[in-house]
């Protein structure tokens, strides 16, 4: 069975700092991976996914990701974090029954 | 389009009590997923089913656990006894194409057992 890890349970950041964090995966085959955002109090949105072609992946509010199949790995960078990037975020992966498999999340706080 | 509807937002119940939590798909999907959301174990997939039929139930953590899906505009998720361990964020989504091609979430619910 594939599982997903996050090893940063919580980040806390000023504004304007960079942002990396981390997300293995555990299978070897062919994946499809995802970032989920949860904003307090509401519910869970696509960040960004990847399927297959550039590992690069750019999604929504400055955020991307990119592949490292060698490492088993699809960390979510943002150059430059907001006050309103403070949430929790989700790394997943789809297994190959179809099923969407997430990790613990990282929730991230940004201070003005 | 309304999204994925969840009822109710919150509920809060005594250890023991039967709780039942609601769902509606956004029309035309096929496939609903009912996930529960907690510190210690992030997000968990509990059962999803296609077309109104189950098609896996593994992450269901004991009898005490049921859903079922009547029809393709309604699924409820329902806790016989409920224990205060279930307490959670229980969300539902649905999704038009299979697995998490694109999953909708709907907004949770706030279960907590006292």
């Known amino acids: 069975a594939q599982s997903v890890s996050q090893h940063n349970h919580h980040v806390i950041l000023s504004e304007a700092a960079s942002l990396e964090l981390g997300c293995n995966y555990s299978?070897?085959?062919?994946?499809?991976l995802f970032w989920y955002v949860q904003y307090p109090g509401q519910h869970l949105q696509l960040l960004l996914k990847?399927?297959?072609?550039?590992?690069l992946v750019k999604g929504i509010k400055g955020f991307e990701a990119e592949f490292i199949k060698s490492k088993f790995s699809f960390n979510l960078r943002k150059p430059s974090v907001q006050w309103s990037d403070t949430a929790e975020y989700f790394c997943?992966?789809?297994?190959?029954?179809?099923?969407?498999?997430f990790g613990t999340g990282t929730r991230l706080q940004v201070f003005p | 389009d309304a999204g994925v509807i969840q009822s109710p937002r919150h509920e809060v119940t005594e250890m023991g009590q039967e709780v039942t939590l609601r769902c509606k798909p956004i029309?035309?999907?096929?496939?609903l997923f009912w996930y529960r959301q907690t510190m210690m174990r992030g997000l968990e997939l509990l059962i999803y089913?296609?077309?109104?039929?189950?098609?896996?139930d593994s992450g269901m953590p004991e009898d005490r656990f049921s859903a079922k899906m009547p029809n393709a505009s309604f699924s409820t998720l329902k806790i016989q006894p409920s224990e205060p361990r279930d307490s959670a964020v229980y969300f539902c989504?649905?999704?038009?194409?299979?697995?998490?091609?694109?999953?909708?979430f709907g907004p949770g619910t706030r279960l907590t057992v006292t």
């Open positions: 299978y070897g085959g062919t994946v499809n």
């Open positions: 989504a649905s999704s038009k194409l299979a697995g998490g091609v694109k999953q909708y």
């Open positions: 089913f296609n077309n109104n039929v189950p098609i896996d």
């Open positions: 990847y399927f297959s072609g550039d590992p």
């Open positions: 029309s035309g999907h096929d496939y």
């Open positions: 997943a992966v789809l297994d190959n029954t179809d099923k969407l498999i």
